[in-house]
């Protein structure tokens, strides 16, 4: 503020802190402030979507949904200049995993199934390929094949990133997979061969993370 810089990713730093520390009222309202002060830009569209997602994992459905449409909107407004590949940068198949984790928690399998379907559409016509941004798209299409009680989807989405060089195996990736195996671990799949197959693979891609 004294310096007359973009806040943005002062607030997106505040954000993203509460969201690891599992803060999440804090997370989507430190998001929302950094949002309103900043000009528009791919960080002040990240943190509409952080909004969003927080909302989501607190629960809070109707503000979920609200700042989605809000990240979705500006979105649209950004002029196609992001390279994608800046730590800043927050193009198309980013902006698909929160749209893909805010459809999981808000109970939309099918909305992240086209949010992972914007991901791949992206890579097709030549984007940046990101394997920890890859990886999550992955895994969040496999989390909704299993929600719409397909296994077979989850493990043809899941499959092709379990083979990712350790030094990818980021956090964000190995979180996903670890709701990934919670899910596998259910009594409908307990009797299933497929599916303690696919969690003895996802075990060992994340002991070497």
Not at 55 to 66: C, I, P, T, V
Not at 97 to 109: E, K, Y
Not at 146 to 164: F, H, R, Y
């Amino acid at each position: 503020q004294e310096t007359e810089a973009s806040q943005a990713n002062a607030w997106y730093a505040l954000a993203k802190t509460a969201r690891w520390q599992h803060k999440y009222a804090d997370a989507a309202d430190l998001a929302w402030q950094g949002f309103e002060c900043s000009p528009l830009s791919p960080t002040s569209v990240q943190l509409a979507y952080y909004e969003a997602n927080s909302a989501a994992l607190l629960g809070d459905k109707s503000r979920a949904m609200s700042a989605l449409a809000r990240a979705e909107k500006s979105a649209e407004a950004l002029p196609a200049i992001d390279t994608g590949v800046s730590p800043w940068s927050f193009p198309a198949e980013r902006q698909a995993i929160f749209a893909l984790s805010v459809a999981l928690r808000t109970g939309d399998p099918d909305g992240a199934l086209r949010a992972a379907a914007v991901a791949d559409e992206g890579w097709a016509a030549g984007d940046p390929h990101i394997p920890g941004t890859w990886a999550q798209v992955r895994i969040g299409a496999a989390i909704a094949h299993l929600i719409k009680g397909s296994l077979d989807g989850a493990v043809e989405q899941v499959t092709p990133m379990l083979t990712l060089s350790p030094e990818f195996r980021i956090a964000t990736v190995t979180g996903w997979l670890i709701d990934l195996d919670k899910r596998l671990a259910s009594k409908r799949l307990a009797l299933s061969p497929e599916a303690a197959c696919l969690r003895q693979q996802i075990g060992d891609f994340n002991a070497i993370a």
